[in-house]
């Protein structure tokens, strides 16, 4: 299983593909951090990171793609953005039938580490051990996206949707697509619905 | 020039296409309210959305895409879902090259009805009075999307950019882009280094 994590964001956008090994191993594929530039406008930035989250997917082809839980919570300085960036990765993964798991950071600490309050240093530390890297990953924020895609596979069953406690079973909907689709027969009956009724 | 007007949501996502016409006179062109089910994950109704929405710009080829500006302070219910939304729907013009542009709820209310207080009753009877129609536009949700598209035509150089305050000048910005470009030669250069970075 090929998965891409996601720590969304319009400054910083880390992505991180790993490939699962037998015995829970897992080998790095690729890393790096979209940017964009700040004083350029919203939509302008919004389409960059669009255009380099498909050329990624056209790249890599993962069979997930694990995004970092957005909570309306945090820093209201930056959610939007944060929320936009997730939205728009998101919508692009979905509509090529990849399953998109979400994963909450404390649930990507404690799969990692162990501690569900663990600091950037220990994180980094244990994505380098994990993928048995001679040196941290660089660029060094990128190493969350490649702890959530981490934290994904060994998480197995997912979590799902931006409902917190609305687990849904992601490999199990990734299991249950029909071949060369990558929608369940229901979510198919609901796009093919508002296909219809919007043409 | 004709305008998209977007009322972001996940739920139910408005789109109005409006024409203008001289003495600032505006003709309907489509209307319609795109709607996933509730009950789907977050990121298969993202993935719906951007299929919708990137046939409505196929289909109509708007010069500008009017969205609502959506506020961190809204109701913390909701606003995740708009937000990714509104991202989503951003990114998928902006990569297009066609230009974005911003209004508040109260621009919108102010420009429409002259009242930044105007209620829904008061909104749908100016919408369907400026566009002159027999009828309210149906679905009724629908005429917030035109009435953005047309506050976007009557305020001419509108706000772009989701930090409030930093208002540009979007109808500027698509007289400056190249012919057959969609970004001006800054985002040009900043989109090929993003590219080279990336690549």
Chains 1, 2 share one sequence.
Do not use: Y
């Not at 580490?113 to 048995?132: E, F, H, N, P, W």
């Not at 849904?168 to 619905?193: M, S």
């Amino acid at each position: 299983m090929r998965i891409l994590g996601v720590d969304p964001g319009l400054t910083r956008c880390g992505l991180g593909v790993i490939d699962s090994r037998p015995a829970r191993q897992a080998a790095l594929v690729a890393v790096d951090v979209v940017r964009t530039p700040s004083h350029a406008d919203v939509d302008v930035r919004l389409g960059l990171l669009a255009d380099a989250f498909d050329r990624w997917l056209d790249e890599h082809r993962p069979d997930v793609v694990a995004v970092e839980r957005v909570f309306a919570r945090n820093d209201v300085s930056t959610i939007m953005g944060t929320a936009q960036a997730s939205g728009l990765t998101m919508g692009l993964a979905a509509r090529r039938g990849i399953p998109v798991a979400m994963h909450t950071p404390s649930e990507v600490k404690a799969a990692v580490t162990g501690s569900g309050r663990a600091d950037k240093k220990q994180m980094t530390r244990m994505v380098t051990r994990i993928l048995k890297l001679e040196s941290p990953p660089k660029p060094a924020d990128a190493a969350d996206a490649l702890a959530l895609a981490i934290c994904h596979l060994w998480r197995g069953a997912a979590s799902s949707g931006s409902t917190p406690g609305a687990a849904k079973d992601v490999d199990a909907r990734l299991a249950a697509r029909p071949a060369g689709a990558g929608l369940t027969k229901a979510q198919q009956a609901w796009a093919e619905a508002i296909r219809a009724a919007s043409s």
